[in-house]
């Protein structure tokens, strides 16, 4: 197998933007969005396919027999899963899903195979894994902030019609229709690359030994986040909530995240610790 750490970056890297491709076309129905996602999970299933090949005819080995290689081939399997429901189906809701479990399996046996089998860089890989859950979990909450942002000058521009005050200046705000798809297009970036930081961290928890508790406070608040954003997504989809009353509750769940971000972490047993 091509035993470098920088392949797996790579792979792990496209399979990540894959998804953040398939979630906005699950999300938006977004046919562009698609076919990159598309492309990039074709370039995934072509590394995973060069890998078995060259297990299964050049070291004589179908990966198959311990759980790690299973970890391997039932991750292939998935994406080529994928692919296919992709050409054929064009089934949404299948897609992203199955793509979110075949990321986690594939992660996993990453993690695994390199602190295994590539040494100091396999460690290095580990770390680096910790370094990334943390950056796009602090990103994802970038973009919750500009959704939260978008809301409020949504609620003030608001304000301001209705009591007719402030005509001088309210074109510096946007019209309400643009401030209200703003905030919905940050919270939809957002919600994915959440996802996927959490699945990094579990997955280093898991490989590094590190003593991971997922009744730790910093977990707790982590998930309860992403299940917020998660209502606000299906809130606007599914039950059809635009303009102010969804600009509220966007402004209440970044009150959540800042109480995440900041009490969580002191009361944390796990996060940011992991670093001393």
Known sequence: ???????????????????????????????????????????????????????????????VLT??????????????????????????????????????????????RAQTYLQDQGIQLVHEILITHITLAIVSYGFFTLSFLFS????????????????????????LQRLDSFSFIAVTL?????TIAIILGVVWAYVAN???????????????????????LFLRLGKGQQGKSISMYSTAAFLILLVNFFLFNVLSNFHFNSFL
């Open 1 to 63: 197998m091509l035993e470098s750490k920088w392949v797996y970056e790579i792979i792990l890297i496209i399979y990540g933007l894959s998804l953040v491709g398939y979630f906005i076309d699950f999300i938006q129905r977004n046919r562009r969005a698609n076919r990159i996602a598309f492309w990039l999970l074709s370039m995934v299933w072509l590394f995973q396919t060069i890998f078995l090949v060259t297990n299964i005819f050049f070291e004589n080995n179908f990966p």
């Open 210 to 232: 590190a003593e991971f508790y997922w009744f730790d406070m910093k977990t707790i608040g982590s998930l309860f986040v992403l299940a917020v954003y998660i209502l606000y």
């Open 152 to 175: 409020l000058m949504y609620l003030i521009q608001y304000k301001f019609l209705k009591e007719k005050k402030g005509l001088n200046w309210m074109w510096r705000l946007g019209d």
């Open 190 to 194: 957002g919600v994915p690359l959440l």
């Open 67 to 112: 759980l790690y290689d299973g970890l391997f081939f039932y991750a292939w399997v998935l994406v080529t899963f994928s692919v296919i429901i992709n050409r054929l189906f064009r089934v949404q809701f299948i897609l992203f899903f199955t793509n979110l479990v075949g990321f986690f399996v594939f992660l996993l046996y990453v993690s695994t």
